[in-house]
């Protein structure tokens, strides 16, 4: 038996670098979106610019999901992985 705790599934909230968004724009949509802090967000965009992608926010699918959708709005590349 594994106990009363139960293991949640944590999926990751991807961004994909593009050649269309500058830094700024990125960098306060992730502020706006994911609650990062200015740095945070700073730090993730590079990494989404120097690797191709960067899982910008981990947890539920329920709660990556909304802000998947406002990424999407926001004209960002995103997806939900496992």
């Avoid at 994909?16 to 706006?32: Q, R, S, W």
């Amino acid at each position: 038996m594994k106990g009363a705790e139960t293991k949640r599934k944590v999926y990751k909230l991807m961004v994909a670098n593009d050649d269309i968004h500058t830094f700024e724009y990125v960098i306060d949509t992730l502020v706006k979106v994911c609650g990062h802090g200015r740095e945070q967000a700073e730090q993730c965009a590079y990494l989404v610019h120097l690797t191709g992608k960067c899982d910008v926010k981990r947890g539920s699918l329920k709660e990556l999901t909304a802000m998947h959708t406002a990424l999407c709005k926001a004209e960002l590349t995103t997806t939900i992985e496992k």
